[in-house]
């Protein structure tokens, strides 16, 4: 499975942006698809996730409403909207997938990964 992310970019505060993964390959054994980010200084962290099949979503407490994960299977491909920007969104975001149905929060349960791309919000 190859992941591809692209849409980063530089928004001020209260702005949106939006994310694409592309994904391609073995897509039949993905269970989720996901969102991780990594700030400067800090470790990666779950932003959302989205089962492939049945679309059902969840989001990390601080994008919680302000940001919407969504799929779309014919395209393969799984997006993030994000809105109401803040400033300590600003990350390196990446694209992750997953063929496991645990720990899906966890780092370890996604064994693919896009490049990342990078998201600046300015205050």
């Known amino acids: 499975v190859q992941l591809q992310a692209s849409g980063g970019g530089l928004v001020q505060a209260g702005g949106s942006l939006s994310l694409s993964c592309a994904a391609s390959g073995a897509i039949y054994s993905l269970n989720v698809m996901g969102w991780f980010r990594q700030a400067p200084g800090k470790e990666r962290e779950f932003v959302s996730r989205i089962t492939r099949s049945t679309g059902m979503q969840y989001y990390a407490d601080s994008v919680k409403g302000r940001f919407t994960v969504s799929r779309d299977n014919a395209k393969n491909t799984m997006y993030l909207q994000m809105d109401s920007l803040l400033p300590e969104d600003t990350a390196v975001y990446y694209c992750?997938?997953?063929?496991?149905?645990?720990?899906?929060?966890?780092?370890?349960?996604?064994?693919?990964w896009g490049q990342g791309t990078q998201v600046t919000v300015s205050s």
């Open positions: 992750a997938a997953s063929t496991q149905y645990y720990d899906l929060h966890a780092e370890g349960a996604y064994a693919y």
